[in-house]
Nanobody, 127 residues
Framework: QVQLVESGGGLVQPGGSLRLSCAASGGTHGNMGWFRQAPGKEREFVAAFRLSGSGGMTYYGTSVKDRFTISRDNAKNTVYLQMNSLKPEDTAVYYC????????????????????WGQGTHVTVSS
């Protein structure tokens, strides 16, 4: 059974940094990514790491580009999200996701591309 376990959320002041981790278990490998959902809002694409050859391609949502960085440790089947220059509007529950098929970068930005989801980790950006 595939499980995704996120960690690293918490409270941080505006301008600060956090690093989220997501470890996948259950023997399934694939593309991994992050979404977030703020109170009263729809789930939003944050970042994705698409496997490509021996490395990968990364994609970001418009609101986090140049501030967030997604990376992956294939040996640990773990994906990370380094979040810098955090803003109050980054406050949300962050969800890790895994896609078992190879999709286009456009489709990976939609929830439908992702077969498995973590339970979410809370990130609060506030002074």
């Amino acid at each position: 059974q595939v499980q995704l376990v996120e960690s690293g959320g918490g409270l941080v002041q505006p301008g600060g940094s956090l690093r989220l981790s997501c470890a996948a278990s259950g023997g399934t490998h694939g593309n991994m990514g992050w979404f977030r959902q703020a109170p009263g809002k729809e789930r939003e694409f944050v970042a994705a790491f698409r496997l490509s050859g021996s490395g990968g391609m990364t994609y970001y949502g418009t609101s986090v580009k140049d501030r967030f960085t997604i990376s992956r440790d294939n040996a640990k089947n773990t994906v990370y999200l380094q979040m810098n220059s955090l803003k109050p509007e980054d406050t949300a529950v962050y969800y890790c996701a895994l896609a078992t098929r190879s999709y286009t970068s456009s489709y990976l930005r939609t929830e439908n591309a992702w077969a498995y989801w973590g339970q979410g980790t809370h990130v609060t950006v506030s002074s």
